[in-house]
């Protein structure tokens, strides 16, 4: 071998092989993504993120991986060569030959280091930039437009979103990577593979049959057939890794769900119910996962047995050739080692079914995901407009999923400083006309005009994020300062907490309901909006503190428009005006 024509030979080569796959890689992707569920699903996930125009950066490094990936390629051909060479020169006992070819393979192999190194790291990078734009992308859409909230909605909502966004994003973007380079680097193999098997192959008698390079045919027919039976036998493993991913995550959920009603299940002494139904999602889990094992050892046990009959085919078919001398030892181990890069490459599909099948499901539960939102973001919705300094409602109709009517052809105005307070038996739609009036319901048809500014709701349990009690205090806006915090604290009568506001915790379940309540107080004091809407946010606390916390939010907020939802006769004395909701989609307001 001359190792400088070499590298000649392999620049040309590897220009020649980028420019051609490079070309009918980009027409395959095309013609997958118009012709085929998978492409159009792969294409509306990331199409945009391939856009040269938008992403330059991403096409670049992509190409950047495609040529390494090539050059992966050349390396295995000049190994294969070298094998022919070091071998050679054992057979005719040529000691400087082989030096040479030993100082051949420290280049080589120093070469084949840094390729895989930088391989390595572009993959990684890749991948990693990759799921971060995808993860932006399907969170934005998720929560800009409360998506997470409106899908419960929906017919069909997506199951475990957390699922979805964690962990689904990440296969995504490593399987589609990883899956596409390797079928580029087992095709760009076969075809060098099979040009150098093709020039060590002889004349193969086969039933009386002289074949004229017939190891070359054998080995496709070999791998074709195995392959047409993997498929067969793997198949179902689409199915079931779709599954094991569903099951386990509703598993997770049900776990996170008994935590955070740990105290409820505790007090109804509920745990034989709850671990009975955990232990019921369980055994799903294991009677999947036994299926998985059980078509998995079908699948790889007929791996194992091709890729082992494999190993020894080639020097059964030259060994006659061999021992008669018409071909050196070297040519004979590097007709195996062709041989052999040949079944594998070939083999690909075969032994990375299961990926495939797992690529599929990822895809089938993302775009599952996107279809949520995207449904989500369609659902009807009342006309809502912002503008003036009165809640203006106006033919407002809000019915049930199920088209039983809550509020028919309501019409009703709340000035500021002129409270309403809306009442009503249970289940007679108090808290989803407030859903209505915050755009959450898609159940109802009308008119509502809002005030300018800020609008704050008020539920009956205050949402309480993880961190600092002063986070809690002023959520979603900016912490406040230790002194405003803390007056306000006073305010609300949990003036002995304010040592603690900058203590991080699960103030959810530090805090009793009546001082989550307050501590919401708290927040709507700090906010200072336009409108504000309480739904039962006084039920935990005491006639006392409920007189309280009302005579504060009016002497401090005297031109707020406030609507609150309630069940106590006690409320009515803060609010002058009351809607009466008395069930069909009947009302009284006074």
């Known amino acids: 071998m001359n190792w400088s024509q070499e590298l000649v030979d392999s620049s040309l080569w590897l220009l020649k092989a980028f420019t051609l796959t490079t070309a009918i890689a980009g027409a395959v992707l095309y013609a997958l993504a118009k012709s085929t569920v998978w492409g159009r699903q792969f294409w509306r ?16 490094t992509l190409l950047a991986i495609l040529l390494i990936t090539l050059f992966g390629v050349r390396m295995s051909v000049l190994f294969s060569q070298w094998y022919n060479q070091m071998y050679a020169s054992l057979q005719k006992l040529d000691e400087r030959l082989f030096w040479v070819s030993m100082w051949s393979f420290a280049g080589l192999a120093s070469v084949h280091v840094v390729r895989a190194l930088t391989s390595y790291y572009l993959n990684q990078s890749f991948v990693i930039h990759w799921r971060q734009w995808l993860n932006e992308r399907l969170l934005s859409r998720w929560v800009d437009k409360q998506a997470y909230f409106k899908s419960q909605y929906l017919a069909t909502p997506a ?10 994003v990440t296969s995504f973007a490593a399987l589609s990577l990883s899956l596409s380079m390797g079928v580029i680097d087992a095709l760009v193999s076969t075809i060098e593979f099979t040009i150098i098997l093709w020039g060590l192959s002889g004349v193969l008698e086969l039933f009386g049959l002289e074949i004229p390079r017939g190891m070359v045919f054998v080995v496709y027919l070999y791998v074709i057939v195995a392959t047409v039976f993997a498929f067969k036998i793997g198949k179902p493993l689409i199915r079931l890794n779709f599954l094991n991913e569903q099951l386990n995550a509703d598993y997770r959920y049900a776990l996170v769900r008994l935590r955070e009603y740990g105290e409820s299940v505790a007090f109804y002494r509920g745990e034989a119910v709850e ?3 955990l232990r019921e999602r369980f055994s799903g889990i294991i009677g999947n996962a036994w299926a998985i094992v059980f078509r998995s050892l079908k699948f790889q046990g007929f791996n194992f047995v091709v890729s082992q009959t494999a190993a020894v085919f080639p020097f059964i078919i030259q060994a ?52 949520a939102i995207e449904a989500a973001d369609t659902l009807p919705s009342p006309t809502l407009e912002d503008g003036g300094r009165t809640l203006d409602v106006t033919g407002l109709n809000i019915r049930t999923p199920q088209a039983r009517p809550l509020l028919a052809d309501a019409s009703f105005s709340v000035e500021p400083g002129a409270p309403l307070l809306i009442r009503g038996r249970s289940g007679s739609g108090k808290t989803t006309l407030l859903r209505a009036i915050a755009g959450l319901w898609p159940y109802c048809e009308g008119r509502i005009r809002r005030p300018d500014g800020e609008r704050l709701f008020l539920s009956q349990k205050p949402y309480l994020p993880l961190g600092t009690l002063r986070e809690a205090l002023c959520y979603p806006h900016p912490p406040a300062d230790d002194a405003r915090a803390a007056q306000v604290l006073a305010d609300v009568q949990l003036g002995h907490l304010s040592e603690r506001l900058d203590e991080a915790g699960d103030w959810s379940r530090i805090l009793s309901l009546g001082e989550q309540q307050r501590l919401a107080f708290g927040r709507l004091l700090l906010a200072a909006p336009r409108a504000a809407f309480l739904d039962e946010a006084t039920s935990a606390m005491d006639e006392g503190l409920e007189h309280a916390m009302y005579a504060l939010v009016r002497a401090r ?7 609150s939802v309630g069940h106590r006769s006690t409320l009515e004395r803060h609010h002058p005006h009351k809607l009466e909701l008395t069930g069909e989609g009947r009302w009284h307001f006074a």
Do not use: C, H, W
């Open 275 to 277: 671990g009975g139904k």
């Open 159 to 168: 199951d475990n979103p957390d699922q979805r966004l964690q962990q689904d």
């Open 45 to 60: 996930l990331s199409g945009e993120y391939f856009s040269i125009r938008r992403n330059p950066r991403a096409v670049l």
């Open 557 to 563: 907020l005297p031109d707020l428009v406030l609507v």
């Open 320 to 371: 006659q050739r061999f021992f008669s001398k018409e071909i050196t030892l070297g040519d004979m181990v590097q007709t195996a080692q062709a041989f052999g890069q040949l079944q594998d490459n070939l083999s690909f599909f075969r032994q990375a079914y299961d990926d495939f099948a797992g690529y599929r499901a990822v895809l089938d539960r993302l775009t599952g995901f996107v279809d």
